[in-house]
């Protein structure tokens, strides 16, 4: 008999035809039986419990294709500053920094560079609101961070610093350092100082953020880091709960790695807990267009983003050839479009073993869309990048370093599909909001959903919301070879389900960003349920 049967006035299998489906039987984890609501009864036993959705919509349970779990638990720590003007972020920083004792630590994240015009945040934006403590704020992005002048005092950075990567402490022409430090070997200057949270405090930071995406209809998730405190944190979650999302973890390769540094990756591959694993690994070829470390063909506005994040891109191709003849799956962080340009050869080059992704891609010429649709090599994008960091007109840091003509190239994720390419969706939370419907409805109107006063930014980029759905679907699921497990409501497959008060496919973009979620199942384990409205036996 069936552990669970869930039932609902529409369910949408994202297989070959829908025929009708009105009911999901799960047993030990996977889908046992689809059928109707007239067949509930045969698969029915004294111990199967059964909710009937009314007339909600069932789908395949979401996964979202690009978080950082336990490094977005340790960034998010102090102050969020999204959404905030310069005057907002300083009032923001002065009340934090009042709660807390002489000396300690201040810390934001969320800051965007648009608060300043035509000119970089330093220290002084900030100093003056601390009351003499240190302060580390990172940048929307994840990439940069403003250090005040206390804090590079404390730690003794007072010049220009080299790196193995494309890193930099960016300083006055006398050298002396401005505040903002680009990439992670510079940011790790002054966050070595930082008192570093307990394994326990970023289990349970970790746990509430999991909990809070399983209750927007998230079932799985691809953690694209993998920390060497990552084990610990999602091992002492597992003593005490279950995780409330299944993930898929993907640990960083950095410049100047070696193979006996591959290899290390390579052994950690399967190894996890009940329901985490680690598949893969992420390299980055470039940094942000926003910092100017992107890896752009030509330089920006201002003469930046000219070289790779990798000093010899030829090193980055060999892992990634070495990756796949191990199959290693691949995931790499390219914005730039001479970036994703050497991405692409480099994958195309190598064996095809197993899957490759690229993720970002936000600005790409005709050729590559070209190249991704005869690659098997999925992009990996989030909408509420392009509709909550940059303009209508232009007028954002990210437009106006790359000027009206690569701007308007911005994530062409409509081209990508229609030459035939899979995008897997997702919100590389936290530079972005995990919540589904706000990019589900961002990726139909190239706008905020629920915003309807707000222009849409390259609106022929809109997609379908049948594209929309199967983005967090059926090709997050290609995109790490998990088709035959996941991305359908097929029989055999993991029991993963996404339950919505409404038709996704048919409801209004902004009315979708509201609706409620009423069940999320993961393999069988129902992780949220708000059954207003729904029978339960």
């Known amino acids: 008999m069936m552990d669970l049967v869930v039932t609902a006035d529409r369910v949408r299998t994202l297989a070959d035809a829908d025929n009708g489906v009105t009911a999901v039987a799960i047993r030990a984890g996977r889908i046992a039986a689809v059928g109707t609501r007239d067949d509930v009864a045969a ?36 102050v969020g500053l999204l959404g905030l003007d310069l005057e907002g972020v300083r009032r923001a920083l002065a009340a ?24 970089s945040l330093t220290a002084a934006d900030i100093d003056d609101v ?28 007072d010049g220009p610093v080299a790196f193995d990567q494309r890193s930099e402490v960016v300083c006055e022409a006398d050298g002396t350092p401005t505040g903002l430090l680009l990439e992670a070997a510079a940011i790790a200057l002054v966050d070595s100082a930082v008192p570093t949270p307990t394994v ?8 509430e953020a999991l909990s809070r995406m399983a209750a927007l209809g998230i079932t799985a998730a691809h953690a694209l880091e993998h920390a060497p405190q990552a084990s610990a944190v999602y091992d002492l979650i597992e003593a005490e709960h279950e995780l409330p999302v299944r993930l898929r973890c993907s640990p960083w390769v950095q410049p100047g790695t070696t193979e006996r540094d591959w290899a290390a990756v390579a052994a950690l591959q399967a190894t996890g807990g009940r329901r985490w694993q680690v598949r893969g690994a992420k390299l980055f070829i470039d940094g942000t267009v926003d910092n100017g470390t992107a890896w752009l063909a030509d330089p920006d506005s201002l003469g930046q983003s000219t070289s790779p994040y990798w000093p010899d891109p030829a090193e980055y191709s060999r892992a990634i050839a070495w990756f796949d003849a191990h199959d290693v799956p ?34 790409i010429p005709d050729d590559l869309v070209d190249a991704f649709a005869r690659l098997p090599v999925t992009a990996s994008m989030q909408p509420t990048h ?15 370093r790359l000027g009206p003509t690569r701007a308007s190239r911005g994530w062409r994720i409509r081209d990508l599909r229609e030459a035939g390419a899979r995008v897997a969706l997702g919100s590389d939370w936290p530079i972005a909001d995990f919540d589904p419907r706000g990019i589900l409805a961002a990726a139909r109107l190239r706008r905020r959903g629920g915003a309807p006063e707000r222009a849409p930014i390259q609106p022929d980029q809109a997609i379908t919301a049948l594209m929309a759905l199967e983005g967090y679907t059926t090709h ?36 979708l960003v509201d609706a409620s979620i009423m069940l999320t199942v993961s393999e069988g384990a129902i992780t949220h349920e708000s059954l207003v409205g729904a029978a339960g036996s």
């Open 386 to 400: 392009c509709t909550e960091y940059t303009a209508p007109d232009q007028s954002d840091n990210w437009s106006s």
């Open 96 to 119: 934090h920094a009042a709660t807390l004792e002489p000396g300690a630590w201040v810390l934001g994240w969320g800051l965007d560079p648009n608060v300043v015009h035509g000119r």
């Open 200 to 207: 326990e405090e970023l289990a349970v930071r970790t746990h």
């Open 330 to 363: 691949t995931a790499t962080h390219a914005i730039g479009d001479e970036g994703v340009r050497h991405a692409l050869r480099a994958l195309a080059r190598a064996g095809g073993r197993v899957p490759h992704r690229i993720e970002h891609i936000e600005t």
């Open 43 to 78: 698969w029915r036993g004294p111990a199967t419990r059964v909710i009937d959705l009314g007339a909600a919509t069932v789908t395949p349970g979401f996964i979202d294709a690009h978080v950082h779990p336990v490094l977005g638990a340790q960034l998010t720590r102090g």
């Open 130 to 157: 601390l009351g003499g403590r240190p302060a580390l704020v990172r940048l929307f992005d994840g990439h940069s961070a403003l250090a005040s002048s206390g804090a590079l005092r404390v730690t003794g950075v």
């Open 476 to 511: 997050a699921a290609w995109s790490v070879g998990e088709q035959a497990e996941a991305g359908t409501i097929e029989v055999g497959k993991r029991a993963d389900l996404t339950a919505f008060a409404v038709d996704p496919m048919l409801a209004p973009p902004d009315e």
